[in-house]
Nanobody, 117 residues
Framework: QVQLVESGGGLVQAGGSLRLSCAAS????????MGWYRQAPGKQRELVATISSGGSTNIADSLKGRFTISRDNAKNTVYLQMNSLKPEDTAVYYC???????????WGQGTQVTVSS
C-alpha cells in the first residue's frame, strides 16, 4: 500500500495562493488516479480534484478556475495549486490514491489550510 505525505499547507490571507504537494512512497505511474479531498470543521470530507495516470483532470465545479491539479511521475508527487483563496476554503486537505472504481485505497495524513479574511 502506497504511503502518502502531504505538505504545503498553512495560513494565508484571502486572495492568496498555496500549492500543496503529495509525495508518494512508491511510483504513482501505475496508480489509476490520484486525488485531493478536503474536510472543513463540522462538514463531510469532499472531493476537490482528481488526476488520472494519463493526466486527465477533474476539478469540483465550485472550484474550477481557482484550483488546478497536476502530477510529476518522475518525482512521484501530485500537486494542488490553489489561487484566489477564500475563508471557506479553510479545511484539512488530504491526498488519496484511487483505484479504477474511484475508491480510495490510501490516504495521506492531511495538511491544514487556513484562509483568513
Amino acid at each position: 500500500q502506497v504511503q502518502l505525505v502531504e505538505s504545503g499547507g498553512g495560513l494565508v490571507q484571502a486572495g492568496g495562493s498555496l500549492r500543496l504537494s503529495c509525495a508518494a512512497s512508491a511510483s504513482i505511474f501505475s496508480i489509476h488516479a490520484m486525488g485531493w479531498y478536503r474536510q472543513a470543521p463540522g462538514k463531510q470530507r469532499e472531493l476537490v480534484a482528481t488526476i488520472s495516470s494519463g493526466g486527465s483532470t477533474n476539478i469540483a465545479d465550485s472550484l474550477k478556475g481557482r484550483f488546478t491539479i497536476s502530477r510529476d511521475n518522475a518525482k512521484n508527487t501530485v500537486y494542488l495549486q490553489m489561487n484566489s483563496l477564500k475563508p471557506e476554503d479553510t479545511a484539512v486537505y488530504y491526498c488519496a490514491a484511487l483505484d479504477y472504481l474511484q475508491r480510495v485505497r490510501s490516504w495521506g495524513q492531511g495538511t491544514q489550510v487556513t484562509v483568513s479574511s
